[in-house]
């Protein structure tokens, strides 16, 4: 759990440094629920363990009040044991998109069924001693964790078992002007959204529609946790805060992916399921608070599509990142606080009229460029 009454900087420490490997995000989720609750109405949970908070209109919850959500994924990708050798050697498959090539010679920690936690090693051979090889990729089955118990037996009473789901276990710091650490993607985002609702709180901003604060699990294998939050909310809009790539690095194509650079502000993405409407009033808004914003072409895999198949409007605010998917992820920390900013300057400006309109194009011709 994080302090009681935590400062912002502590719960983003106490959130970013918590496990939350997919299917099993409780130690982040707990935090992130304690945070927040000061300053929303209702918290609530589902039975997969996705969170959220809501706070009520001005007017207090009416019967048919729009519902609005601003939403992050708080899962962070990880690897799953298949199987345990009689020498204690782990195998593992990745749980969501986990890169082998970062994988040799990396602590982790293991997660076992009874909630402890047992540290471990990728193993790898020593320079010295393997072949050859011109690739650089590693199959799943070519890797294994060590956990220093030499057989099956002894790996078992330390509740280290199949299925259980391992985590690299790098912790947050700051270099220069960035946040450094794993799982950036997308604790930071839950970081931003409880920002959001935090400052809404202590500034007293009325809001005249119901403002629900969704932090969805299970994103990193296919945008569970959204799909079902999307279903059962039925919201009128959703705003999704994620990652994007900082392209401004090497081996980075911009001709595919486009330029975005750190401490520039977020980017908005433009693909089909990110709502045209909504996309023209962000750069509105940003232009009359004087607020960074970039633009970028991403893809499908994010939780904007949970919410386009519920057709609910929706968009992305993402923060650009470096090394995405890596243990040393990288977010400028202006990028983090414009992406605040917008956040509640998007919100502030947007009413329950607006929000129709965008639930009703044909009547006002909104989604003209």
Known sequence: MTRVNASKEEFLYDYLNAYAPVAQETRGQDIWKQ???PFVDELEQDAYGTAYGVVKGSTGFRKNSQKVVIEAHCDEIAWIITNIEEDG????????GSDNMIAPSKTVMIHTHNGDQVPGVFGWPAIHTRAKRKDLGYADHELWVDSGFDSLEDCNEQGIEIGCLITFDDQLKEMGDYYVGRALDNKIGGYIIAEVVRRIHDRSIGLPYDLYVVNSVQEEVGLFGAKKIAKYLQADLALVTDVCHNTSTPKMDLAKHGPVEGGKGPSLEYTSQNHRGILNKLKEVAKAN?????HHVGSYGNDTMAFFLENTPTAILASPLKYMHTTVEMVHRDDVENCIKL????????DDEWIDNINNPLNTGILEL
Do not use: W
């Not at 050697?89 to 969501?96: A, D, E, P, S």
């Not at 004087?290 to 970039?294: D, S």
């Open 35 to 37: 945070y927040i609750s």
């Open 89 to 96: 050697t782990i195998r593992v498959r990745k749980h969501g």
């Open 290 to 294: 004087e607020l960074p914003l970039q």
């Open 343 to 350: 956040y509640i300057a998007f919100l502030k400006d947007i």
